[in-house]
């Protein structure tokens, strides 16, 4: 992951740690590729919500590049998903989409288009083999330029991603969400917006909560917003996230996972049915008349 970048459009703000929806775009970014066997983050070392393996580039901002050969001298992966860390919308399931297109195709590369059509090489999945050659090739190549006997990263300095690129057989998947990166003060903006959309934020908000409280669980929410609502309506508002919390601490004393918080999901759920069955049937019959039926046989039964 590229997170190094001088950030010029933002006025130099260090653009990894700026929020979009609570969280910091890097640890964003580091959610959706939580399924790597190793995350190596070229850039300086700060404090981040899962644990890293830190890079960086000599010298220091040599740009996209020399970061990406840094980065590559941490991994001995076949496959490698090369991201910016500036992507609010980069998500799991894109990550595996690219990864598997990767291992489907015959091809050195895998990469999304943005919204206009347009190549974005840090939203990729590579062959590690196919990066490490064209960064020879082009180390190479500048040396012979200058007629220098240079170090590779420094041969690296300032060269435009797209001399990497354009020697590669890539496959291009179009995805103007995914794609989408903060440039500038307006992108984040739109960002900070679009995750408090109705369709979004109750996802965005479970995501968040569940990083900030560190819990990588997956859970149908489904079945605790049918819950929360059951108890809500059958019971009282108040009973809602209380339920909905001793469910989950119920889950957590069984140390399970989670099943263990569907099964305690549906206790609850079938208690809060028979308690607004109860209330629905009316209130208990008047104190002193019998509970029965006028022709009912009387009671014979002896006192217990």
Known sequence: ?????????????????????????????????????ATVVVAE????????????????????????????????????????????FLAGPTVGRLLSALAAADADGVLLTDADGRDQPLVAAYRASALRRELAALARDDRADRGTRAADAADLTGLPLRRLTGALRLIRLPDAVASFDCDTWDD??????????????????????????GIDLDVDTKVLLDLARDAAHGVARPAAPLTTFLVGYAAGRAQGGPEAVAEAARKAAALAVRWAEETAAGPAPAQGKPDAAPDATPDTRPDA
């Open 188 to 213: 984040i903006a739109t960002a900070r917006a679009r995750i408090r959309e109705h369709g979004h934020v109750l996802d965005e908000w479970i995501s968040a909560a569940k990083d900030e409280l």
């Open 1 to 37: 992951m590229l997170a190094g970048g001088a950030a010029r459009r933002l006025g130099g703000a260090d653009k990894p740690g700026l929020r979009v929806g609570g969280r910091a775009l890097l640890d964003r970014v580091l959610a959706a590729c939580a399924g790597a066997r």
């Open 45 to 88: 070392p700060r404090p981040t919500a899962r644990p890293v393996t830190w890079a960086r580039e000599d010298p220091p901002g040599g740009g996209p590049l020399a970061a990406l050969a840094a980065g590559l001298r941490h991994t001995a992966a076949e496959h490698v998903l090369v991201v910016s860390a500036d992507l609010p």
